[in-house]
């Protein structure tokens, strides 16, 4: 309504931006105002986060997942958030009752789920379909690139659009994001050490960030790979879609 509001009905219709939607969108307080979460999670644990380890839409014949994140990392990972006191909710059906998981909406659908994350802290996943969903609703989200169909010069088109820490793994190779390194960025983020850019951050400006950084991680793999390591497979290439306030 906001947007029909500020276009001219006849000529001289100006362009409507996608910041304009963007911030129009999310300053709706009426998004969500239903309670997914229940109390004893608030009572239990100091933080609360979603988390997606698999895509159930990429499931390939050999019963593997095109986007996943092993379940070793992820049960490292958990325990690691259990020690600070943060508690992981699952919302990937495919991965119900597989880890230790302290709570389950994976039978909500995409809207209620979306609804679930304004009750969290952050949510840590796989698919960057709910990193834009969380930059709708001013969640924090950590995305980890798993898919290798993605060719690396153009990763910033899958960039959620705000709020959001994206890694991408050498060779997309999921193993080699670990536990502690998720973890460590999640912490940091959560007690405000690490501050993410809550406006709309364009295509273009996700496009020359994330060559820049390109850039300068090929760099860094190629002397690192030169003078300390033996193997080609043990170097991150981490994308921060995010500018850090004055």
């Known amino acids: 309504e906001s947007v029909v509001d500020r276009l001219p009905l006849l000529f001289g219709m100006p362009k409507v931006s996608p910041s304009f939607i963007f911030d129009s969108f999310t300053r709706k307080e009426n998004f969500c105002n239903i309670n997914i979460i229940p ?7 100091r933080y609360l986060i979603c988390f997606q380890r698999i895509s159930s839409a990429g499931k390939l014949t050999d019963g593997t997942y095109a986007k996943e994140w092993p379940k070793h990392l992820t049960n490292e990972f958990i325990q690691l958030c259990h020690e600070f006191k943060i508690g992981v909710i699952n919302i990937e ?18 809207k209620d789920v979306a609804c679930a994350f304004k009750s969290v802290n952050a949510f840590v996943g796989i698919d960057s379909c709910f990193g834009h969903a969380c930059a709708l609703t001013k969640i924090p989200s950590i995305t980890l690139y798993t898919f290798n169909g993605i060719k690396k010069d153009r990763i910033f088109e899958y960039l959620p659009i705000s709020m959001n820490y ?16 998720v973890f460590t960025i999640l912490q940091e983020i959560i007690l405000g050490d690490r501050k993410l850019e809550d406006g709309y951050i364009s295509l273009k400006e996700k496009k020359k960030e994330s060559i820049l950084s390109l850039l300068f991680n090929q760099f860094c793999t190629a002397v690192i790979k030169k003078y300390f390591l033996k193997r080609k497979d043990e170097i991150y290439v981490c994308f921060r879609t995010w500018r850090l306030k004055s």
């Open 39 to 45: 109390n004893w999670l608030y009572e239990k644990y």
């Open 93 to 110: 059906p495919a991965d119900k009752n597989q880890l230790p998981y302290d709570y389950d909406i994976s039978h909500l659908n995409i």
């Open 166 to 181: 994206s890694i991408i793994p050498a060779y997309l190779n999921s193993k080699k994001i670990s536990a502690i390194k």
